[in-house]
């Protein structure tokens, strides 16, 4: 075979047999930025859900594409007790795990393997537990060592988790990131080996891909699981090109060299509609931007310094530079596409006299020296977070505040940011399960000021009380009353400058056939076909 036959068929992912090219789908992703990590339980962050559970694992249940709707995952089945104490899973069977280079499963998923995956985020005798000192932020954050008292084998294919009280979202809890479900037998080897570490950087799940190879900032590359327990994906491989500049990803749309690309600019969102092969999908977000205050700090401790601020920041001139005007400005903690939003909140107006006066109220007439953190990337709350800084740091000069601005690479933003070394933070959240604790106990509560994902460090009893009050019961119009509530007091105090809910575009090529747009903020390609 001539040497450029050979090429093109390697560029466009054929395998080449018999003197013919046969050609393999190959679905490239031009993603935004790099995972952490592929163990989706040590991280937060939605470029590290794709890149990991999204692609290569299961939960005991999942989110069927493009809703929040909970179907069977590795579990086939599941019943919750009469008092909601006692939560049981049937699993089913024929789930099998990854074979990699690394490892060859001796048997089918079963129940060591569920209670491998949830005990070593709770046991702190377990290796995985140690080696990470017990960092698992989503299962901190909701507090589910406290939730769950024991998780119990009845046999090989049932499990039951046994909770210490009722918890209205737990079932949907269990098709998040955090849940995924991993391989015992691969867990043991590795700590055999003294390689525990390579749970998260060689990962074997039971989900439609399975991982090739990562490069770092650069590509990753993934396999169709042949052996699938669920419907087998269209396409033969999944390559996610990392591109963190959203003008770069739209150049190689223009060209051909991906299909997919998250966050495009909003100033290019026009031309990308009368772009020729490519359609321009679109959905209202689940999610909200936000800048933090760390309230630790001396200077953000008084609400009245918060408000302050809150009060200087023009919302309405980022959603027309920042978004392009398409967004909506925000005044809760949580989007108005979520359940309980109270529509009665009366946001903070720009009004500069106003905060001039509150600052001299706190004894900070003459203003002050801080910073803003910009993220990194692009994010559909946050599609440029250096031109938001920016905006607000001309804003807060006009009351004395002066604002650097700093930055990381993602992870080490991630990382600093969670470790409370910020003044201020621009960050943002897309709803992980639609229901309202995903934001408020998640991102606002008390126990994730511990385990970092409460940016703020802010802890109210008050507001604590109502979300606590609001998991004990599944009656929704209870929980809403109790939620709004809780949008009252975050609205009084302040942690936040909440900025925007966006709206998600996600530019497809016209090869493209299947894709859904997740709610949840994910990217999903098992569902999809290349024509």
């Known amino acids: ?37 592929f163990d989706a339980a040590l991280f937060t962050s939605g ?17 069927k594409t493009g809703t929040t709707e909970v179907v069977p995952g590795v579990a086939e089945s599941w019943s919750v007790s009469e008092d909601g ?70 046999d090989d294919m049932t499990v039951k988790f046994v909770l210490d009280h009722p918890e209205a979202p737990i079932v949907s809890n269990m098709a998040m990131a955090f849940a995924s479900i991993q ?7 590795l700590h055999k080996a003294g390689k525990e570490t390579d749970l998260n950087q060689k990962p074997v799940g039971t989900g439609p891909f399975q991982f090739v190879g990562y490069k770092k900032d650069s590509v990753i590359r993934y396999a169709k699981n042949a052996s699938y327990w669920g419907d087998k994906p269209a396409i033969d491989n999944l390559v996610f090109s990392i591109t963190t500049d959203a003008s770069v990803r739209y150049q190689k749309m223009k060209a051909g060299e991906c299909h997919v690309m998250p966050y495009p600019n909003p100033a290019d969102i026009e031309n990308i509609r009368k772009e020729e092969g490519i359609t321009m999908m679109q959905q209202e977000g689940l999610n909200v931007g936000y800048l933090a205050y760390n309230t630790e700090k001396e ?50 107006s720009y009004d500069v006299e ?61 990382k600093r940011s969670k470790a409370g070394e910020h003044d ?67 609205k009084e105090q302040a942690p936040w400058a909440t900025i925007a809910h966006s709206t998600v575009f996600m530019p497809i090529s016209d090869k493209v056939t299947g894709y859904k747009i997740d709610p949840l903020g994910g990217h999903f390609f098992h569902n999809v076909d290349l024509k």
């Open 85 to 154: 104490k006692e939560l049981t899973f049937k699993l089913r069977a024929g789930v099998k795990f990854h074979t990699t280079k690394g490892f060859t499963p001796t048997r089918d998923l079963n129940a060591d393997d569920v209670i491998f995956s949830f005990n070593r985020q709770m046991d702190k005798e377990d290796p995985y537990f140690k080696l990470v000192n017990g960092k698992f932020p989503y299962f901190n954050a909701m507090d589910m060592a406290k939730l769950i008292v024991d998780i119990v084998k009845v």
């Open 299 to 348: 200077n953000f401790k008084d609400a009245r310094v918060r408000k302050a601020l809150n009060y200087a920041i023009n919302k309405e001139a980022i959603k027309t530079v920042v978004f392009n005007g398409e967004a909506t400005v925000a005044k809760n903690p949580i989007p108005p596409t979520i359940w309980s939003y109270d529509m009665s909140t009366v946001d903070d």
């Open 183 to 189: 391989s015992a037998e691969y867990a043991a080897q």
């Open 354 to 414: 106003k905060a001039k006066a509150l600052l001299q109220e706190a004894g900070l007439g003459e203003g002050f020296k801080t910073n803003i953190w910009a993220m990194p990337v692009q994010r559909p709350y946050n599609p440029d977070a250096k031109k938001m800084a920016e905006l607000i740091q001309a804003d807060w000069a006009k009351i004395g505040v002066e604002a650097e601005i700093v930055t990381f690479e993602w992870g080490e933003y991630l």
């Open 424 to 490: 201020t933070v621009l960050l943002g959240w897309t709803g992980d399960n639609g229901d309202p604790d995903n934001f408020l106990r998640v991102l606002l509560g008390c126990q994730s000021k511990i385990n970092g994902t409460n940016r703020a460090r802010w802890c109210n009893d008050d507001f604590e009380a109502l979300l606590q009050a609001a998991l004990l019961s599944t009656t929704p119009i209870v929980r809403t009353a109790l939620y709004e509530k809780a949008q009252k007091i975050f």
């Open 47 to 63: 470029t590290s859900f794709d890149a990991s559970a999204n692609t290569m694992f299961d939960g005991l249940v999942n989110f």
């Open 1 to 37: 075979m001539k040497k450029s036959i050979l090429a093109a068929a390697i560029l466009a992912g054929g395998m080449v047999m018999s003197g013919q090219v046969l050609a393999a789908k190959t679905l490239v992703y031009c993603s935004e930025g790099s995972p952490e990590g």
